[in-house]
């Protein structure tokens, strides 16, 4: 059972910066890719950001319009991680953010991501 593992969370100001990690007890086919979804109080949980890490397609990222320009997703093979930085944090980026891993195909659906972490809380106040 693939285990992921989210850190980095916490309280920072409007402007501020935080980094999220992720860590993936296996990369193999059915952890192809690597998701940041987030969830505030009463919303559903919506898609943030992707990697591809392994095969031809390894490098591939994509966002969501609303981050696209203040968070950066990375990984790094080796140690199995994958990190999101956020920049430029605005209080509607306030939410519960988490990992989860897929196939090679996974897009911006929570339906194709099998596996998910426990989740890390982020607070930006004003």
């Known amino acids: 059972q693939v285990q992921l593992v989210e850190s980095g969370g916490g309280l920072v100001q409007a402007g501020g910066s935080l980094r999220l990690a992720c860590g993936a007890s296996?990369?193999?086919?059915?952890?192809?890719?690597v998701a940041w979804f987030r969830q505030a109080p009463g919303k559903e949980r919506e898609f943030v950001s992707l990697?591809?890490?392994?095969?031809?397609?390894?490098?591939?990222?994509d966002y969501a319009d609303s981050v696209k320009g203040r968070f950066t997703i990375s990984s790094d093979n080796a140690k199995r991680m994958v990190f999101l930085q956020m920049n430029s944090l605005k209080p509607e980026d306030t939410a519960v953010y988490y990992c989860?891993?897929?196939?090679?195909?996974?897009?911006?659906?929570?339906?194709?991501?099998?596996?998910w972490g426990q989740g890390t809380r982020v607070t930006v106040s004003s």
């Open positions: 989860a891993a897929g196939g090679l195909t996974a897009t911006r659906s929570t339906e194709e991501y099998n596996y």
């Open positions: 296996e990369r193999t086919s059915t952890t192809s890719t």
């Open positions: 990697i591809k890490w392994r095969s031809l397609l390894a490098g591939i990222t």
